[in-house]
Every structure is written in structure tokens, then in C-alpha cells.
């Protein structure tokens, strides 16, 4: 992948307008790529963004890269076959929770199961919020909506908890009001080799305005988050006295002082640990009872798609005895007509 001098995030805005409602957790993340880009060394002639249908499917317009705005839910599909066609490209998909887990759902699974060196930003604002507000796949069970006026009946998806179940290699979490931690962790899913997933908890400041004020509180974000970092210790809260701990198979908040608790009690992140279980368990805490996890979740290093794709295709060239479409036409059985 070709290097260049370095380049700033002005760099990468495009003169398109920007297009999103005001307050609107979409300009968040687009400023945070347009951050996080120049530090993973990349040319910017060498990257692309990709996405399928949605309010944050905009994006690439307003990036002075590659981009490709295609189809609802087809966003998986179209870049996985850019990254297996030029696997020097870094590829981002920008997607929805709509456009990414209902209509687009089986093509993300199996590019999370193939492990393609691509990079997902899936934008979880728990709504439809381009077509005006209907309930998604991620919209919480009882929430009222324009087709769930009675409240939903069904069970959301957890994003993290699919995409561990799709044997994904790579997970994070982060809210938009945090940009600086938004930045870091595009940049660790840019470095990571393989399929990454990067859920950015996104507020709809019109069709679900606060769907994730309880966890961003500003005040109390200590207390309701807890952020991650490999090797250190799960402690959170405003006095960082408290702490994760495992009780069997269970994970369990714990203050550090009481009921002869210690800070070597408390566990310590793993991201790398191929063994999923930790890292499912901490996907899956919610609030109140516990802090909703922040940050790399899971970040573990396993053969990739793509590397194999291009190694396959060299040893196959390597013993071919055809090279050329002329001799392919003229290869086996062949009939000359007069």
C-alpha cells in the first residue's frame, strides 16, 4: 500500500455541502474519518469509501477520496469485490443499522465470516431515519415508532454479538460525542488486518432524538462506560473504585474496597484472546446494571481473505500453462470450420 508525506483532515473534505440536519451525530463521525485517515499513512489516492442507502450513506460525497454511494444494503457486497480486485486499496464501508443488519444483513455476516481486510463504520442510531422514522433491526423492543405505534415486539440486534457470532475478529464501540476516542479507533481498525467492525452508538436528532443520552451523559459518562484498553484493568466510575469481575462464567460490577475486593481482583482487558466468551460478555452489558463497554472490544490477528486470495492467485499463475485469452480459445478440444 503506497505511502505519501503527510496530509491533514482539510485535506480530505470535499467541496460537496454537507447535507445532514444540525445536531445530527453523522458530522461526528465524518470528522473523526477525515482525522483518523492521514494517520494511518495511507495516500489518500489510495483509499475508498463505500456505502449503501441511509443518511449516513452520504458520507462519501463529502470525502476527498475514492467513493462509491451504491444500493440499500448491497454496501458489504461491492466492498468486498473493491478490496479483492486492488488489495493495496484501504476500504471503508460507511453504513446504517438499517441498511446494514435488515436488508443488508446477510452480505455483512459473510463478510465478517470471510475476514476481508475491509473497515466498517456502522452508524446505530436504533431508527430509520432517512425514510422517516420507522423501527430497525437495532430499535429497542417497545419502542414506538411510525410502524410500531403500539411499540415494537420484537428483540434487537446487538451489533457486537453478531458480528462475534459471524467469527469476527475485530470490534468497537464508541458513542459520538466522544470524537477523539471516534478517531483512535478508526485508526486501530485501519491498522487491524482483516474484517473490522466499528459500532458508533449515533444520535437522530429528528426520528429518535436522546436514544442514547442515558450513556452519554457528559455528567455521568464515568459511571455508565467503560473503556477498554488491552492489558489494563476493566475499572470505571468517577472514583475509579469500581470494577468488572468475573464470577464464574457470569461478568459482575464490583466495588473495589468492599466484600474484600482488590484492584487485582478486577479483570484485565484481553482484546487479543481468540476465545470470545470475555469479550461476548462485555458486548453485552447494558445499563443501568452495568457500564455499556467503549472501545476495542476485540482485536485478534487471524489470516485474512484477502492475503489468501492474493496467494492463491500467485501459485495458480505460477503453474499455469495458459497465460493469454488466445491460447485459452485455442485450449483443448478445437474445430476449424471451412
Same mark, same amino acid.
Given at each position: ?7 491533514? &483532515? !482539510?485535506?480530505? /473534505? ?17 470528522? &473523526? =474519518?477525515?482525522? &483518523? ?66 436488508? *443488508? ?10 475476514? %476481508?481486510? %475491509?473497515? #466498517?463504520? $456502522? ?8 425514510? /422517516? ?7 429497542? !423492543? ?40 471516534? !478517531?483512535? =479507533?478508526?485508526?486501530?481498525?485501519? !491498522? ?27 455528567? @455521568? ?6 473503556? $477498554? ?5 476493566? #475499572? ?11 464470577? *464464574?462464567?457470569?461478568?459482575?460490577? &464490583?466495588? %473495589?474496597? @468492599? ?37 476495542? %472490544? ?27 485469452? @488466445? ?12
Amino acid at each position: 500500500m503506497n505511502t505519501v508525506e503527510s496530509y491533514t &483532515a !482539510k485535506e480530505l /473534505k470535499s467541496s460537496v455541502s454537507v447535507k445532514w440536519c444540525a445536531g445530527c451525530g453523522d458530522h461526528a463521525l465524518l470528522n &473523526a =474519518l477525515q482525522r &483518523a485517515i492521514p494517520e494511518t499513512g495511507v495516500a489518500k489516492e489510495n483509499v475508498a469509501v463505500v456505502s449503501g442507502i441511509g443518511c449516513s450513506s452520504r458520507l462519501p460525497y463529502y470525502m476527498e477520496t475514492y467513493g462509491m454511494h451504491t444500493i440499500h444494503g448491497r454496501a458489504s457486497a461491492i466492498a468486498s469485490g473493491l478490496k479483492s480486485a486492488n488489495p493495496d486499496l484501504q476500504v471503508w464501508q460507511i453504513t446504517g443499522d438499517g441498511d446494514c443488519m435488515a436488508i *443488508g444483513g446477510n452480505h455483512f455476516i459473510h463478510a465478517v465470516r470471510r475476514n %476481508i481486510d %475491509i473497515n #466498517i463504520i $456502522l452508524f446505530n442510531n436504533q431508527i430509520y431515519g432517512l425514510t /422517516k422514522g420507522q423501527y430497525s433491526p437495532t430499535s429497542l !423492543k417497545g419502542q414506538v415508532t411510525k410502524t410500531s405505534p403500539y411499540g415494537t415486539i420484537e428483540q434487537p440486534f446487538n451489533p457486537g454479538e453478531l458480528v462475534v457470532g459471524a467469527h469476527g475478529q475485530f470490534f468497537a464501540r464508541a458513542i459520538d460525542n466522544n470524537i477523539p476516542l471516534i !478517531k483512535d =479507533l478508526f485508526v486501530l481498525a485501519a !491498522k487491524h488486518r482483516g474484517t473490522s467492525v466499528v459500532e458508533v452508538l449515533q444520535n437522530c436528532v429528528i426520528f429518535n432524538n436522546g436514544a442514547h443520552d442515558y450513556i452519554g451523559d457528559r455528567n @455521568e459518562k464515568e459511571n455508565r462506560q467503560l473503556f $477498554l484498553e488491552h492489558g489494563k484493568p476493566m #475499572i470505571f466510575g468517577k472514583n475509579k473504585d469500581k470494577g468488572i469481575i468475573l464470577n *464464574g462464567i457470569n461478568l459482575e460490577v &464490583a466495588t %473495589i474496597g @468492599e466484600n474484600g475486593i482488590t484492584e487485582d481482583d478486577i479483570l484485565v482487558h484481553d482484546a487479543k484472546n481468540p476465545n470470545p466468551m470475555i469479550h461476548m460478555g462485555l458486548i453485552n452489558m447494558q445499563t443501568p446494571e452495568f457500564p455499556v463497554a467503549m472501545g476495542v %472490544i476485540r482485536d485478534v490477528d487471524v489470516e485474512t481473505y484477502t492475503d489468501l486470495l492474493v496467494q492463491q492467485e500467485q501459485e495458480i499463475s505460477e503453474k499455469a500453462t495458459i497465460h493469454s485469452m @488466445e491460447e485459452l480459445f485455442m485450449s483443448g478440444d478445437v474445430y476449424e470450420i471451412k
